[in-house]
């Protein structure tokens, strides 16, 4: 069964300072995996996805994420963190070939000015 | 763009009362899906549809029912609306010849007293 697992249920980070939001997964093959972000009030928007090409990823407004099969990881990276960051963030599986997809309970990112 | 609107974002109803919340896409997705938000929860699959006319049912889908008649259009229908359905709803598309990412709505935060 495919599950996913992030390890912080709330991050704070200075703005400036690097974003770190942890995720494993469990997955009895090979994997898609995606972050996807929830700013106050909106809805969800993709922020990146890995199906099985580079395992460094690249996303939007600077953010990407390793696949790391050892490790059965899919961390949340951003090098300088912004204000504007501040959200929740969830961390996805998809389960099987029906395109359903299994949500993380999600970590809330502060940004301290 | 994707675009993927849901008809009401707030919406506030009495126990018993019979509930629409509808969802309508632009871009021809076949797969529509309503999930429920909660605090620590993350999003919790409700009902989904592959294509018009067909449904299954999710993890969750006890007190709900939903109708599809137009490709564009996906409805969740609460038959008895409860407190304990007080939450955020959240309508995704995909397009199966895409990836496996999904499209959100900005969502309907409902409140049942």
């Known amino acids: 069964a495919q599950s996913v697992t992030q390890l912080d249920s709330h991050v704070s980070v200075s703005e400036g300072t690097p974003v770190l939001l942890r995720c494993n997964y469990s997955?009895?093959?090979?994997?898609?995996l995606f972050w996807y972000v929830q700013h106050p009030n909106k809805g969800l928007q993709l922020l990146l996805k890995?199906?099985?090409?580079?395992?460094l990823v690249k996303g939007i407004n600077g953010f990407e994420a390793e696949f790391k099969k050892s490790e059965t990881s899919f961390h949340l990276t951003k090098p300088s963190a912004h204000m504007s960051d501040a959200a929740e963030y969830f961390c996805?599986?998809?389960?099987?070939?029906?395109?359903?997809?299994?949500f993380g309970q999600g970590t809330t990112l502060q940004v301290k000015p | 763009d994707v675009k993927v609107t849901q008809s009401s974002r707030y919406l506030v109803k009495r126990t018993g009362e019979k509930v629409f919340l509808e969802c309508v896409q632009d871009?021809?997705?076949?797969?529509m899906f309503w999930y429920r938000q909660d605090p620590g929860l993350g999003l919790r699959l409700i009902y989904f549809?592959?294509?018009?006319?067909?449904?299954e049912k999710g993890d969750i889908p006890e007190g709900y029912s939903v109708s599809r008649e137009k490709k564009e259009r996906f409805s969740l229908i609460l038959e008895s609306a409860s407190t304990n359905q007080t939450s955020m709803y959240l309508c995704?598309?995909?397009?199966?010849?895409?990836?496996?990412?999904?499209?959100f709505g900005p969502g309907t935060r409902l409140t049942v007293t």
């Open positions: 995704a598309s995909r397009s199966p010849s895409g990836g496996y990412e999904q499209y």
């Open positions: 997955s009895s093959y090979s994997p898609s």
């Open positions: 890995y199906t099985s090409a580079a395992t």
């Open positions: 996805v599986v998809r389960t099987g070939n029906t395109g359903k997809l299994i």
């Open positions: 871009m021809d997705h076949e797969n």
């Open positions: 549809s592959y294509d018009v006319k067909m449904k």
